[in-house]
């Protein structure tokens, strides 16, 4: 499987950049903001079924074990195989497809557990990982499970309450029978400790960080600091203010988890500790 003249489509993918973070932490908002940047080519959309179409990667051929892939993963097949999905329906911020080598960004909330597999597969990958204070992505986090547009595996074997939605993380049979609450701490709490681990591993040039708070707050700003990090040019002058991304389940706010404040509280023994990392994580990065 090669692309015209012979390249493989992997090579014609340099140095694309990786949207990481826990659910629910705006990572769609930065994303729709970042694809704005000249020379950068996008799916469109997340890549679920792109990915878990590629050899085993679909979880139920897998044990149901989690969406979780690794390096050993990264075989060259596969490599190419998901390569070709991706640059195949590549389109530029003006709707014009990839030719030749480009440079791609890709969102896919499940690649917060993938980023050993695609740090493998891309040497030249860089990978932003986008922090949100957790009272926050927990409120919103219930509020996904709740609405249901966010089923992701509704057919999960033993589990039972509210179809699975979003990740699914290592461990998640040890919930089966749990509160919601203690469901979305927990997989909060995994996604983070998995996340911060494995781009501790990387090289410390292959990682940038954003917390979620700034970016809201001073959106040209950090959006600019975060393209000349990516050697990737920024011609957009943004508002003080960003529209919801296409994902938002209700109307914005900072404070709108405190509706859920008492049951939010309830849940932060559960991740605290992962919080910590990743707080520490973003200050080491940043």
């Given at each position: 499987m090669?692309?015209?003249?012979?390249?493989?489509?992997?090579?014609?993918?340099?140095?694309?950049?990786?949207?990481?973070?826990?659910?629910?932490?705006?990572?769609?908002?930065?994303?729709?903001?970042?694809?704005?940047?000249?020379?950068?080519?996008?799916?469109?959309?997340?890549?679920?079924?792109?990915?878990?179409?590629?050899?085993?990667?679909?979880?139920?051929?897998?044990?149901?074990t989690s969406n979780r892939l690794t390096k050993d993963d990264a075989s060259a097949v596969a490599v190419e195989e998901l390569a070709k999905?991706?640059?195949?329906?590549?389109?530029?911020?003006?709707?014009?497809?990839?030719?030749?080598?480009i440079r791609m960004l890709e969102k896919t909330p499940k690649n917060a557990l993938r980023v050993p597999f695609f740090a493998e597969a891309w040497p030249d990958a860089t990978f932003v990982y986008l922090y949100r204070e957790p009272?926050?992505?927990?409120?919103?986090?219930?509020?996904?499970?709740?609405?249901?547009?966010?089923?992701?595996?509704?057919?999960?074997?033993?589990?039972?309450?509210?179809?699975?939605?979003?990740?699914?993380?290592?461990?998640w049979r040890d919930l089966i029978g749990r509160p919601l609450p203690e469901v979305v701490a927990a997989q909060w709490a995994a996604t983070t400790d998995i996340l911060v681990s494995d781009l501790e591993a990387l090289p410390k040039e292959r990682v940038r960080a954003l917390d979620y708070d700034r970016f809201i707050g001073d959106p040209q700003g950090e959006i600019k600091r975060l393209a000349e990090?990516?050697?990737?040019?920024?011609?957009?002058?943004?508002?003080?203010?960003l529209p919801p991304s296409r994902f938002t389940t209700?109307?914005?706010?900072?404070?709108?988890?405190?509706?859920?404040?008492?049951?939010?509280?309830s849940m932060l023994p559960i991740v605290e500790r992962a919080d910590e990392r990743a707080r520490s994580f973003v200050r080491h990065i940043g």
């Open positions: 090669t692309a015209g003249g012979g390249a493989r489509f992997r090579d014609l993918i340099e140095r694309p950049v990786f949207i990481v973070s826990t659910p629910r932490s705006g990572s769609t908002l930065l994303f729709e903001t970042v694809v704005r940047a000249p020379g950068l080519f996008t799916v469109g959309a997340e890549s679920h079924e792109r990915i878990e179409h590629v050899a085993d990667f679909f979880p139920g051929a897998r044990g149901w999905r991706f640059y195949t329906v590549l389109r530029d911020r003006e709707g014009r497809p990839a030719r030749g080598p009272r926050q992505a927990l409120a919103s986090m219930i509020e996904a499970w709740s609405t249901g547009r966010f089923r992701t595996y509704p057919r999960l074997p033993g589990w039972t309450g509210l179809s699975w939605s979003l990740l699914l993380v290592p461990g990090s990516l050697d990737l040019e920024w011609d957009q002058q943004l508002g003080t203010s209700s109307r914005p706010a900072k404070d709108k988890w405190m509706r859920l404040a008492p049951v939010i509280e």
